[in-house]
């Protein structure tokens, strides 16, 4: 019977077939300035591929990304769809129309809430101490965490269009919907770069998912993901408008089903932009740092 590699082996196998320009493991804190780029893309893969293969060795890990979508979608479609279609002058056609395209928000938020409990994880179980103490950039370890995690949220909005296919969406624009997935990868990855610099700074997973729930149910909830806005109070309305949640499902649904885009899609851009340029440093910093 023939052994399957473990994730160990094979990033060991990467690590001593990058280039010889990378630093020994006594000189690892300081390095990265002194690892090439081809030697951190080295690196990264290495690494993206070691977290298949314990996705692999454990397909529970999937059930978030498989199963959240199916039950969100029916909840949300079959409970509140009649009620809130005749709200939007319809009923649950046209509340199907309107919620699939916004639901693309949420899933890149409840992915982003999981690699920070499972970077924070890593950390417990002595997982980050080995690679810390590798020849590699600290920042290939950040981003293998999220290219993998982009793949888990690419796999959940796949299956979350697939459900709303069966439950009545109507794809009219290919164009515009794979527009909208990028926009929702985009912003998703932005907000992994702030779970992950809450998964090295608090000392638990619980801790992180419950300050992850904390902001993620107001964030979700106090937007137009699920309802229009206009029937909610002022000062709701007001929070509403500024949050980027909002914009990000206002611009899918435009790009998706039609509807003005140009503004909430620069809007969220912006976002992710400028999340992206705050938080990826900080994160990689305390990466570095943590004791």
């Known amino acids: 019977m023939s052994s399957r590699p473990s994730p160990t082996t094979t990033l060991n196998e990467a690590l001593r077939a990058a280039p010889s320009n990378t630093t020994t493991p006594n000189t690892a804190a300081p390095a990265d300035a002194r690892i090439s780029l081809r030697a951190h893309l080295r690196h990264t893969g290495a690494l993206v591929r070691?977290?298949?293969?314990?996705?692999?060795?454990?397909?529970?890990?999937?059930?978030?990304?498989?199963?959240?979508?199916?039950?969100?979608?029916?909840?949300?479609?079959?409970?509140?769809?009649?009620?809130?279609?005749?709200?939007?002058?319809?009923?649950?056609?046209?509340?199907?129309?309107?919620?699939?395209?916004?639901?693309?928000?949420?899933?890149?938020?409840?992915?982003?809430?999981?690699?920070?409990?499972?970077?924070?994880?890593?950390?417990?179980?002595?997982?980050?101490?080995r690679f810390r103490?590798?020849?590699?950039?600290?920042?290939?370890v950040l981003f293998a965490k999220i290219a993998v995690e982009l793949l888990r949220m690419m796999i959940a909005t796949t299956i979350m269009l697939i459900v709303g296919v069966l439950v009545g969406f109507d794809i009219t624009n290919w164009g515009g919907l794979l527009a909208a997935v990028a926009l929702a990868a985009l912003f998703g990855s932005a907000l992994m770069w702030v779970f992950l610099t809450l998964g090295v700074i608090l000392k638990s997973a619980?801790?992180?998912?419950?300050?992850?729930?904390?902001?993620?149910?107001?964030?979700?909830?106090?937007?137009?993901?699920?309802?229009?806005?206009?029937?909610?109070?002022?000062?709701?309305?007001?929070?509403?408008?500024?949050?980027?949640?909002?914009?990000?499902?206002?611009?899918?649904?435009?790009?998706?089903?039609?509807?003005?885009?140009?503004?909430?899609?620069?809007v969220t851009v912006a976002w992710s932009v400028g999340l992206t340029a705050i938080m990826a440093p900080i994160a990689i910093h305390k990466f570095r740092t943590k004791n």
């Open 50 to 129: 070691r977290n298949l293969l314990w996705i692999r060795q454990d397909p529970e890990s999937m059930f978030d990304a498989i199963l959240m979508p199916i039950v969100f979608t029916l909840l949300f479609v079959y409970v509140f769809g009649g009620s809130i279609g005749q709200a939007l002058g319809g009923g649950q056609e046209d509340y199907v129309q309107y919620v699939v395209p916004g639901m693309m928000a949420m899933m890149g938020m409840s992915m982003a809430m999981s690699v920070g409990t499972g970077f924070n994880q890593d950390f417990n179980t002595g997982v980050m101490d």
């Open 206 to 266: 619980q801790s992180v998912q419950g300050l992850g729930f904390l902001v993620l149910m107001p964030l979700q909830f106090g937007s137009s993901i699920f309802a229009p806005t206009t029937s909610m109070p002022g000062w709701l309305q007001s929070f509403t408008d500024v949050n980027p949640l909002s914009s990000l499902a206002d611009a899918a649904r435009g790009l998706m089903v039609g509807g003005p885009v140009a503004h909430d899609l620069w």
């Open 133 to 140: 103490s590798l020849p590699i950039g600290r920042g290939s």
